[in-house]
Every structure is written in structure tokens, then in C-alpha cells.
């Protein structure tokens, strides 16, 4: 989580929301990710999402069987949906999102019967730093903008 936190705090300093995402096989991070909306003009370009895109392309494999993700927020259903695609085993986060949180806040997607792939999921981790960040980013947001 700490590392998912680093990706956050990068994710800060570019000027995008603070959220940032490991994928971890045996101890060991096979993929990284922090939001990258702005940057790359693209809606899917969130932290988990270039992740396990990254995860994918070191095991050569779209199917990341054995592996968790650590992410600083709350996922969105595109994000949720992600995961139980990628078939990660465990999903660990940081902050609730009342707004667009798809995982307990606004919905429970992970525990829908329908998909073919059960996710655990387990979230609060190092919830204080991760809400820290986003209320200090949007703090300075709307700073800039008076």
C-alpha cells in the first residue's frame, strides 16, 4: 500500500487526482499505476487501469491469475470491472469514495453473483493518508481557481 501511496503522491505532483495502484505477484510489483486522466485525455486512464495494463505486459498475459491489487481509492465500476476481467485474486484499498465508489460506498459490483470471477476485497488500508492527499489536492484545485 505504501508503494500504491507513492503512485498517489506522483499522481499529485502532475497535477492529476491523487490515486495511485500496484499490482503485486509473490511479494514482488509487477505493475504500477497513478491517474493519469489529463495527461493522456482519456477517461479510462485511471491508476488501476494502468496498473494492470503494466502487470499484463510483464507475464505476458492479459489474465493476472495470483495476483492483488493495492489501490489508494475506492474503485469506479469501470476500474471494478477491470479487476474481475484481469481475474485478480484480492483487492486491498485506501479511502472510500461516496461519489463513484462501485466497490461498498455507492454499490456493491464485487459482490454481484453474475461474474464469473470472485474478487476479495478488503478496503480502509492507510485510509487517513490517502483521504490527506486528495482533500490537500483539491484544497489547492480550488486555490488556484478563486
Request: net charge positive.
Amino acid at each position: 500500500m505504501t508503494e500504491a501511496m507513492n503512485m498517489a503522491k506522483l499522481a499529485f505532483r502532475n497535477d492529476e487526482v491523487p490515486v495511485g495502484a500496484v499490482v503485486v505477484n509473490d511479494g514482488k510489483i509487477i505493475g504500477r499505476g497513478f491517474n493519469q486522466v489529463v495527461a493522456k485525455n482519456s477517461v479510462s486512464s485511471h491508476a488501476e487501469i494502468i496498473a494492470i495494463n503494466e502487470a499484463g505486459k510483464f507475464t505476458k498475459n492479459y489474465r493476472l491469475n495470483g495476483c492483488d491489487i493495492y489501490v489508494t481509492l475506492e474503485p469506479c465500476h469501470m476500474c471494478a470491472k477491470a479487476i474481475v476481467d484481469a481475474r485478480i485474486d484480492n483487492l486491498y484499498f485506501g479511502a472510500y469514495e461516496p461519489k463513484t465508489g462501485a466497490i461498498e460506498s455507492i454499490d456493491r459490483f464485487l459482490d454481484k453473483s453474475e461474474l464469473n470471477h470472485k474478487v476479495f476485497f478488503s478496503g480502509g488500508h492507510m485510509h487517513e493518508q490517502s483521504s490527506y492527499l486528495l482533500r490537500k489536492f483539491f484544497q489547492f484545485k480550488r486555490k488556484k481557481q478563486s
